[in-house]
């Protein structure tokens, strides 16, 4: 049995939940003033945040009949944890991490839990699938 009967239905529905998941992200999480958790708590927080985007993209994308898509999120999202777990062994065994490279970490940390790389792979394989119809 087929859970999805396009992968235009496919890629929406792992749109939505990307979009929650970053959505209660902010909302419950990073935006919210009243919550004082220990830094290595926020850190962990922060990385599931990522790991759970990654393997909803991955779940999603790696069963479209375009390959290439499924290849590019796993080498941007696995590139960007590596830099930040490298930061973070950085910070807790040197220590002193500058704000510039606090800073670097949670842009590389946005960028792989937005929605906006999902949407522009998925902008990328309509924009080539229309080329390939008119060739």
């Not at 670097?104 to 522009?120: M, N, R």
């Not at 990328?124 to 229309?130: A, W």
């Amino acid at each position: 049995m087929n859970l999805y009967k396009s992968d235009k239905v496919r890629f929406i529905s792992g749109l939505i939940l990307i979009f929650i998941i970053y959505t209660c992200y902010y909302v419950l999480f990073e935006e919210n003033s009243d919550l004082e958790l220990p830094s290595k708590v926020r850190h962990i927080i922060k990385f599931l945040a990522t790991v759970v985007v990654y393997f909803v993209g991955t779940f999603h994308l790696g069963k479209l009949t375009d390959s290439w898509m499924s290849f590019i999120w796993h080498v941007v999202h696995i590139s960007g944890l590596t830099i930040i777990i490298s930061l973070g062994i950085f910070d807790l065994l040197i220590g002193g991490m500058s704000l510039n490279l606090r800073a670097f970490a949670g842009s590389i940390q946005e960028a792989l839990i937005s929605p906006v790389l999902y949407v522009a792979m998925g902008l990328l394989n309509h924009s080539f699938k229309k080329n390939s119809h008119k060739l």
